[in-house]
């Protein structure tokens, strides 16, 4: 089901865009995925059961970290297998593997600003793909922070940018600790998306 658009054919120009964005490493990729294959795309996610998962830091249904269906891990190797080698060159970091859940945002539902980066999971980039909604949600954005350290130690944040979870765009990001990063609370309709990290 995926393939690489237009857009990345001129990988020197995503690799400039990658290194001169602000406030962290990223790409915004809009009209990822043919149309004619997002209703098979959210066919496959319907399949996945799905929890309620809730903490301090966040709140919104999520399908298991390993996927429980034969079709969304086919769904995740395609995407790694065609993803991986453009982002080594682009990002100029090596990923191989990558890991896919499928998220529901509902009303009430956030994720608390956070970084991916954790010692010894060997994240490198992390992924958000949105998928179409019945119900278009409003709110939901995904909000990156400019952080400014003092001794090493992240010593105020700011909002730097709100990206729309929009339809068929999808959003890479570096991994570290500093990309500060939040979904701010939807507020009306559902947000999907399929979302995880490229790996070492």
Same mark, same amino acid.
Request: hydrophobic share 45%.
């Given at each position: 089901?995926?393939? $690489? *658009?237009?857009?990345?054919?001129?990988?020197?120009?995503?690799?400039?865009?990658?290194?001169?964005?602000?406030?962290?490493?990223?790409? +915004?990729?809009?009209?990822?995925?043919?149309?004619? @294959? #997002?209703?098979?795309?959210?066919?496959? +996610?319907?399949?996945?059961?799905?929890?309620?998962?809730?903490?301090?830091?966040?709140?919104? !249904?999520?399908?298991?970290?390993?996927?429980?269906? %034969?079709?969304?891990?086919?769904?995740?190797?395609?995407?790694?297998?065609? #993803?991986?080698?453009?982002?080594?060159?682009?990002?100029?970091? #090596? @990923?191989?593997?990558?890991?896919?859940?499928?998220?529901?945002?509902?009303?009430?539902?956030?994720?608390?600003? /956070?970084?991916? /980066?954790?010692?010894?999971?060997?994240?490198? $980039?992390?992924?958000?793909?949105?998928?179409?909604?019945?119900?278009?949600?409003? *709110? *939901?954005?995904?909000?990156?922070?400019?952080?400014?350290?003092?001794?090493?130690?992240?010593?105020?944040?700011?909002?730097?940018? $709100?990206?729309?979870?929009?339809?068929?765009?999808? +959003? @890479?990001?570096?991994? %570290? !600790?500093? %990309?500060? /990063?939040?979904?701010?609370? @939807?507020?009306?309709? $559902?947000?999907?998306?399929?979302? *995880?990290?490229?790996?070492?």
């Amino acid at each position: 089901m995926w393939r $690489l *658009g237009r857009s990345w054919d001129l990988e020197h120009v995503l690799a400039e865009t990658w290194f001169a964005s602000r406030p962290f490493s990223h790409l +915004v990729i809009d009209d990822f995925a043919p149309n004619e @294959v #997002l209703a098979d795309l959210l066919a496959v +996610v319907d399949e996945e059961p799905v929890d309620r998962r809730e903490s301090d830091l966040f709140a919104f !249904d999520a399908t298991a970290p390993e996927p429980t269906t %034969s079709e969304l891990r086919a769904l995740r190797d395609q995407f790694a297998a065609t #993803l991986a080698p453009a982002l080594t060159r682009i990002t100029g970091k #090596l @990923v191989t593997r990558v890991d896919m859940r499928a998220y529901a945002y509902r009303p009430g539902h956030y994720l608390l600003p /956070h970084s991916d /980066h954790q010692d010894g999971l060997h994240r490198v $980039l992390a992924y958000a793909y949105y998928l179409p909604s019945p119900e278009p949600p409003v *709110g *939901g954005e995904l909000e990156l922070f400019r952080c400014r350290l003092e001794n090493g130690a992240i010593a105020a944040t700011d909002c730097a940018q $709100l990206i729309e979870p929009r339809a068929n765009r999808l +959003v @890479v990001f570096d991994v %570290s !600790d500093v %990309s500060l /990063h939040q979904v701010r609370e @939807v507020t009306a309709g $559902l947000r999907i998306s399929l979302a *995880g990290w490229f790996h070492a």
